[in-house]
């Protein structure tokens, strides 16, 4: 079965970290681009972070720059999201995609940032 598979998140306090991960199950990430998007209650969802097929571009949202760091391992089939100084309003599922020949999402993954 082609998907991606999604690990990590949860609750932290605010200023916490967490790390989100997305491994593909079928198929390989090599060419494939890889973004991050959230949606919070209520929202629609949003782009987060994304990633060039080999790592060599990464691009942020005002709103995680500086806090957000986005990584590859392809010969893992690995996908990374290091979330730093995280915010109440950080708060939402998590999602990872990639994009080339087909698209692909992972199942989402709650993020939960609360004192």
């Known amino acids: 079965q082609l998907q991606l598979v999604q690990s990590g998140g949860g609750s932290v306090q605010p200023g916490g970290s967490l790390t989100l991960s997305c491994a593909a199950s079928?198929?390989?990430?090599?060419?494939?681009?890889i973004g991050w998007f959230r949606q919070a209650p209520g929202k629609e969802r949003e782009g987060v972070s994304c990633?060039?097929?080999?790592?060599?571009?990464?691009e942020y949202a005002e709103f995680v720059k500086g806090r957000f760091t986005v990584s590859r391992d392809n010969a893992k089939n690995l996908v990374t999201l290091q979330m730093n100084s995280l915010k109440p309003e950080d708060t939402a599922v998590y999602y990872c995609?990639?994009?080339?020949?087909?698209?692909?999402w992972g199942q989402g993954t709650q993020v939960t940032v609360s004192s």
């Open positions: 995609n990639a994009h080339y020949a087909n698209d692909y």
């Open positions: 079928g198929f390989t990430l090599d060419g494939y681009k």
């Open positions: 990633i060039s097929s080999r790592g060599g571009s990464t």
